[in-house]
């Protein structure tokens, strides 16, 4: 027995159905649709559609180079996500991924004044940063999810005006143009540091800002100016260089024959050197062999005179006067013949005379 027929016999009276004859209809399969679709829409179209559906969406994706931060009723939670599918309460947890890589935050309309006093201004500044993964609770804790607005954005205007404020036009537009970028990234830096740590700015890159057209004229024309100037200094450095270039050639082709010289000055004087010194080796002969010529000769007359000294005896030179008077052809004619040979005194004389020189 059904519940129907129970209640006819306790004399119930049954309910009227919605449904059937009267009209009405069952709407729970339709809810049951309309629930079933608005949760796969939760759980997989509304996590990429917005912020508001971040806060609607249970399944959440964190892409590659981000990390997943958590507020739930406003307060951060100290939860960190790594890249991928996760899940969150809806409508209580709100979700926000942040980048942790590098990223290049693009400042632009820079307007300052220099110390002139005229208005210039930078069209486009880039800052290459990255917020470390290990610092990213605390600088959301202080600065919010805009946290560049304050450190980048905000400070870079504030940094280039005091630059600009702090020098000439000359000076911001030519000479310092160049320091420009590592003092915005030194300054940037040095605050980041001390105040939020975890903000790492890597490089600043800052294009040529725009001047007032009358003086970019003039810049233009000292330019110009400053190009003939170097053109010119150069032309003098190159005719510097080409006369020292002539002068060392010169002053080589000097020493080369300066060298030269010497050296056939060298030859010259071993040349004379050695003609010297054969000189003297022939001198030195030619008086040995003339010293040796003497010494025979002297010996040769001491022994002739040692012979002659014998040799000088009465009976020896009366030989040699007889061979003399023998030798003598002449024959005289007359009634008295010379009685010279005949002088037997004459001749007794000459022999008395020779005999005592022989002696001695």
């Known amino acids: 027995m059904d519940a129907q027929q129970q209640q006819r016999q306790q004399g119930i009276p049954n309910r009227p159905r919605h449904g059937g004859d009267g009209g009405g209809g069952d709407f729970t399969p339709i809810l049951t649709v309309l629930v079933a679709f608005i949760a796969i829409f939760a759980l997989v179209v509304a996590p990429s559609v917005s912020t508001l559906n971040n806060s609607l969406s249970i399944l959440h994706q964190v892409p590659e180079g981000h990390v997943g931060v958590y507020w739930r009723g406003g307060a951060l939670l100290s939860t960190i996500t790594d890249p991928g599918f996760h899940l969150k309460l809806p409508f209580i947890t709100q979700f926000e991924p942040i980048q942790v890589t590098l990223q290049t935050d693009l400042v632009r309309d820079i307007p300052c004044g220099t110390k002139g006093g005229v208005m210039i201004n930078f069209e486009k500044i880039e800052v290459v940063n990255r917020l470390r993964k290990d610092h990213v609770y605390d600088t959301l804790l202080n600065y ?16 280039i005006n005091q630059f600009c404020s702090a020098h000439s036009l000359q000076q911001v537009y030519i000479d310092m143009f160049d320091q420009i970028d590592e003092k915005m990234k030194d300054a940037l830096q040095a605050d980041c540091t001390r105040y939020a740590p975890g903000i790492e700015i890597l490089s600043v890159r800052i294009t040529k800002p725009s001047i007032p057209e009358s003086i ?75 010293k040796s010529l003497a010494d025979a000769s002297y010996y040769r007359t001491m022994k002739e005179a040692e012979a002659n000294k014998l040799k000088l005896t009465p009976e020896f030179l009366e030989l040699r006067f007889i061979e003399a008077i023998a030798n003598n052809s002449k024959i005289f004619f007359g009634n008295k013949v010379p009685n010279m040979v005949l002088d037997q005194r004459l001749l007794g004389n000459f022999l008395q005379d020779a005999a005592p020189r022989a002696e001695s």
């Open 144 to 159: 919010g999810v805009n946290y560049d607005n304050t450190w980048i954005y905000d400070k870079i205007h504030h940094e």
């Open 216 to 290: 970019r004229r003039n810049f233009e024309n000292m330019e110009q100016e400053r190009t003939k100037v170097l053109i010119a200094v150069e032309r003098q450095r190159v005719a510097e260089k080409e006369a020292e270039t002539q002068k060392k050639i010169a002053i080589s082709e000097a020493e080369r024959n300066a060298h030269v010289s010497k050296i056939q000055m060298e030859q010259k004087l071993m040349e004379k050197d050695s003609a010297r010194k054969q000189e003297e080796i022939a001198n030195s002969m030619y008086l040995a062999r003339e």
